[in-house]
């Protein structure tokens, strides 16, 4: 299997060591990044993603590499910590530039065969939070299966987390590992996917946004065929 993680800081905090347990239990090759550093470019909203191309996007090229990564991978763990009960400015600074990816624009097919986790720390709360900022953009992106995990770690770094904590954080990695290596079947498109992927299917049957229209007729998608079958 191969995964990619996406780190929404540059230390290795008690997030990414959750994140990277995971990883390990699951096992395969592991492609690793972390934010800023291996990105920290903020969109600057001129929409050339949306109505042009992805590849005119002023950092398209910066980003390729983790694109291509995450196109590669069978899972997707995205980790970050809480941040004012949202995830890390880095993070969600990498997601906004795949805002033309979403299912109302040009998502990409393969994602609609992934799985994804999505985990988060706090020394006390915000992790649902957290975790919905990154999964709304990769339930977007059209991964039909999330896994979340939210871990008040009740310390502020990775060697301060009691035993006990510890031992929660073993049992809920264990329980994701193996529903992830235990799944035979590639997961389905859910209902909402699927009422989003239908409206959208209409709306560039009869042409809204000439760079979606051509995508999805290119694809297929406007007739029958369908990403995930």
Excluded at 67 to 75: I, P
Excluded at 129 to 155: C, E, H, Q, R
Excluded at 214 to 220: I, R, S, V
């Amino acid at each position: 299997m191969k995964i990619c993680i996406v780190n929404g800081q540059n230390h290795k905090g008690s997030t990414y060591h959750i994140g990277r347990m995971l990883a390990d239990k699951i096992g395969g090759e592991i492609t690793e990044f972390f934010l800023p550093r291996d990105f920290g470019e903020f969109c600057c909203g001129c929409t050339n993603c949306f109505m042009k191309s992805e590849e005119k996007c002023p950092h398209y090229e910066k980003l390729s590499p983790i694109t291509k990564a995450v196109d590669e991978a069978d899972l997707i763990i995205l980790t970050s910590p809480v941040y004012v009960y949202h995830c890390t400015g880095s993070m969600k600074a990498w997601l906004d530039h795949y805002g033309w990816r979403w299912l109302i624009h040009r998502p990409e097919g393969k994602m609609f065969s992934k799985q994804a986790v999505v985990i988060s720390t706090a020394a006390g709360a915000g992790m649902s939070f957290t975790n919905k900022d990154m999964a709304d953009s990769l339930f977007f992106w059209g991964i039909p299966k999330i896994y979340k995990i939210g871990i008040a770690v009740s310390a502020t770094s990775w060697n301060e987390i009691k035993p006990s904590k510890m031992r929660v954080i073993e049992k809920k990695t264990d329980k994701i590992a193996k529903k992830i290596c235990g799944s035979t079947v590639k997961p389905r498109v859910s209902l909402k996917g699927w009422g989003f992927f239908t409206a959208m299917h209409f709306a560039n049957k009869k042409g809204w946004n000439p760079a979606d229209s051509e995508y999805w007729k290119a694809k297929g998608w406007t007739e029958k065929k369908r990403p995930w079958r």
